[in-house]
């Protein structure tokens, strides 16, 4: 049987390959009253999306069409063994570019994700080429 911070880091990875990496939001173990900070969410960061059917429909939906693909660079778990990050690129299709992230979800004891944050810098999906200038 696989340790606690095995799970995690499993999970973590999961996410990343089998959800955003093959366009299957099933895959993702939300709890139905997740929420999601991200800085691509409508109203940003500060405004955390709330629901696993409000998160399938505003911010996944775009997803599986834009993801062209994923790569997996490393995980961390917390002390308490109640968080994991990951940290990962995505390439995106369109507009064609790179975005080094960091998702971190706190994890309930029945496995499901009750929260996520994605940091990266949102510049090359929001003003592609600006950062070349």
């Known amino acids: 049987m696989n340790s606690p911070a095995d799970q995690l880091h499993s999970l973590a990875r999961a996410y990343v390959i ?6 299957d939001f099933d895959a993702i173990p ?5 929420t999601l900070r991200a ?7 500060r405004v955390p999306l709330t629901g696993r059917a409000n998160l ?5 939906a775009p997803l599986p069409q834009l993801v062209a693909g994923v790569e997996v660079l490393d995980t961390y778990v917390n002390r308490d063994l109640t968080a994991v990050t990951v940290e990962f690129l995505c ?13 971190r979800f706190k994890v309930n004891a029945a496995g499901q994700i ?5 940091f990266f810098d949102p510049r ?3 003003n592609p080429g600006g950062q070349n200038q």
């Not at 089998?18 to 366009?23: E, I, T, V, Y």
């Not at 399938?56 to 996944?60: G, M």
Request: net charge negative; charged share 25%.
């Open 124 to 126: 090359d999906v929001t």
């Open 114 to 118: 009750i929260a996520q944050e994605n």
């Open 30 to 34: 939300y709890s139905e009253a997740v």
């Open 18 to 23: 089998d959800a955003l990496g093959k366009g």
């Open 56 to 60: 399938r429909e505003q911010w996944w």
């Open 39 to 45: 800085p691509l969410c409508p109203g940003g960061s």
């Open 91 to 103: 390439h995106i299709r369109q507009p064609a570019c790179t975005l080094r992230i960091i998702d």
